[in-house]
């Protein structure tokens, strides 16, 4: 099986650091974040992988050309376009998978220590066109729940919901429902593949963790010093 990972976005919300480069190269410890999760499907068997590039792509290519041979990956890199959107990078590879009926994406600023081969099983058994990882998130602000506008009803302090964690399954008749290279996946294939009962959830209630600003990348530095390191696998 392959993964597709989409790195092709301009990072904004993290913009300290990728002025000069894209956000999957920013670095965790000594390596870029983009390694780290292709250490983690690597370490479940998945070495293939298909970079949908974008931003900076060629940085991107010349900085991940160096593990090719030293991790025994076979990367191939597609340039997705600058302002493409998620669910059109997806499109733009679908010629390097036609002989494979699934296969995983993930975005390039996110880590978890899901089991790939329990997701990638459960998706085939369940077989839906696609299966998302839900993960668990703590809402940093309390929710207020209103009744005639105003009034205050009730205030969850801090509630933890289920998200989207960014770590799919697809079958290759998603390309299906994505049309052009303004097609949202999240905004537009998602929620219709919801609403024909063909979008999964592999619930996953442990480690999750997205680089979106500094603060992140702090976080995810300081875990990645730890002796157990949470999605340290390998």
């Known amino acids: ?3 597709v ?5 301009f990072g904004t919300r993290i913009s300290e650091e990728t002025i000069n480069k894209p956000k999957p190269l920013v670095n965790i410890g000594s390596k870029p974040i983009i390694w780290h999760l292709m250490k983690i499907y690597s370490n479940f068997g998945i070495n293939d992988f298909i970079i949908c590039q974008g931003y900076k792509g060629s940085m991107l290519k010349k900085e991940l ?6 991790e025994k990956w076979n990367i191939k890199f597609v340039e997705t376009g600058l302002h493409t959107m998620t669910g059109g990078r ?3 590879i679908e010629k ?13 600023d996110g880590l978890c220590n899901v089991d790939i081969t329990k997701l990638i099983n459960f998706h085939i058994k369940n077989k839906k066109i696609a299966t998302l990882t839900a ?3 703590q809402n940093r602000f309390g929710i207020l729940s209103f009744k005639n506008k105003d009034l205050v009803t009730e205030i969850k302090e801090k509630p933890t919901e289920y ?8 079958s290759k008749k998603i390309f299906k429902y994505l049309k052009n290279n303004k097609t949202i996946f999240e905004k537009d294939c998602l929620p219709k593949l919801a609403k024909i009962s063909q979008l999964n959830s592999f619930k996953h209630n442990d480690f999750w963790a997205c680089m979106d600003t500094l603060r992140d990348k ?17």
């Not at 530095?221 to 340290?232: D, F, H, L, V």
């Open 1 to 3: 099986m392959k993964l």
């Open 5 to 9: 990972i989409l790195a092709g976005g």
């Open 65 to 70: 050309s160096k593990y090719i041979d030293r």
């Open 90 to 92: 997806i499109k733009k």
């Open 96 to 108: 390097y998978i036609k002989n494979d009926d699934h296969f995983c994406v993930s975005y390039g």
């Open 135 to 137: 993960v668990k998130q």
């Open 163 to 170: 998200i989207n964690g960014g770590f799919f399954v697809l």
């Open 218 to 234: 702090k976080s995810l530095n300081i875990e990645w010093k730890k002796k157990n390191c949470k999605w340290r696998s390998w």
